[in-house]
């Protein structure tokens, strides 16, 4: 099977790095890890990086000078150069480590309601973001709006899982202050038109921040090509560790906007009537920095620049065409969002019949098939198509046709075990 898909990588060698992968589960059963858009799994070379951090390394990072403290900030200063380049920012000084996108994407709203003008959200702005964004990129402009009076707007999607840009002139206009959305839908895996969104908003000085939780892992992120003006991603969803995000901004922004939290680190100067602080990107660093989890971040980007963006995003395309056919052959279930693999990621969350999604993940778990049921945390968009919930199964750059096979194998067992 695998022969016949062409751009697939070589899968049998890679998943010897991801020893997870030979986890034998219930009565016997290999695990298919399918919750990939969730947590990706952590390879050899990024665990080894990790241990020998601990074991050889260990101390915090710029504050001292004995030799653990210097290989540890050395380290840690190094992994911001290999995200720096991973994404293609013109400066090292504009990548910021947080403890998650979630974390960055706080971090912005925060920043634009402490901001002095022209940046400053308040009751005469606006705020968009899109119906299908994760609640990570929901819940944050909400505060944000309850706390400065500005307005709340979003673009709505159609019934194949797009955005409905028809009124984009109306919803952005001169009122919006900050365009925050996805690049690639978690829930649908729809990949939005970054080109025209941007566009627009550049059109009437609006900010633009782009969540690239669904992106980085899986195709070329290049943020200059992207010219928005922050980026959010996270690590664990890309073979790295959890605990460690990463906010891009642009650094005129990083300049002018004032720091969310304050701490160690971050200052410059401080007397007991007031502080100054220190440039970006330790302006907004605050405390001690969640150091192995950068550099295991590191490490991550470092195995993925050795099999290469554009080879993974070929395989992941080539897995998701089939999974997206083979899927529906399936009697009675309906993917949710696009039905074809052109312009979407690897994350297809579909309903079936009338089974609940909980019931379906449970089933295909006794089967030792990994799947993720819920929201995904993005209960606006089961709203806009009224259903309950969905599952979804996300696939990464170890994923196989076969195991493509092995899900709607397990689908058809579902079917057969409740009638």
Known sequence: MTQQLPGLLDTETLRKDFPILDRVLHDGKK????????????????????????????????????????????????????????????SRNEVIFTKNASESLNLVANMLGWADE??????????????????????????????TGAKLKWFGLTDDGRLDLSNIDEIINEKTKIVSFTLVS???GTVNPVEAIVRRAQEVGALVCIDASQAAPHMPLDVQALQADFVAFTGHKMCGPTGIGVLWGRQELLEDLPPFL??????????????????????????????????????????????????????EH???????????????LRIIGPTTAEDRGAAISFTLGDIHPHDVGQVLDEQGIAVRVGHHCARPVCLRYGIPATTRASFYLYSTPAEVDALVEGLEHVRNFFG
Request: hydrophobic share 40%.
């Open 31 to 90: 695990l298919v890890y399918l919750d990939n858009a969730a947590t990706s799994q952590t390879p050899r070379q990024v665990l080894d990086v990790l241990t020998e951090y601990y074991e050889q390394h260990n101390a915090n990072v710029h504050r001292g000078v004995h030799v653990l403290a210097e290989e540890a900030t050395a380290l840690y200063e190094g992994a911001r150069d290999k995200v720096a380049e991973f994404i293609n920012a013109p």
């Open 118 to 147: 022209p940046y400053r959200v308040d009751s005469d702005t606006e705020i968009v973001i899109t119906e299908m964004e994760h609640h990570s990129n929901i819940v944050p402009w909400q505060l944000l709006g309850q706390r």
């Open 186 to 188: 978690n829930i649908m």
């Open 262 to 315: 304050g701490g160690g680190e971050m200052i410059e100067t401080v007397s007991m009537h007031s502080s100054t602080y220190a440039p970006a990107p330790h302006k907004f660093e605050a405390g001690t920095p969640p150091i192995s989890q950068a550099i295991g971040l590191g490490a991550a980007v470092d195995y993925l620049n050795s099999i290469g963006m554009d080879k993974i995003a070929q395989h």
């Open 318 to 332: 080539a897995i998701t065409e089939y999974a997206v056919g083979r899927l529906q052959e399936v009697p009675d």
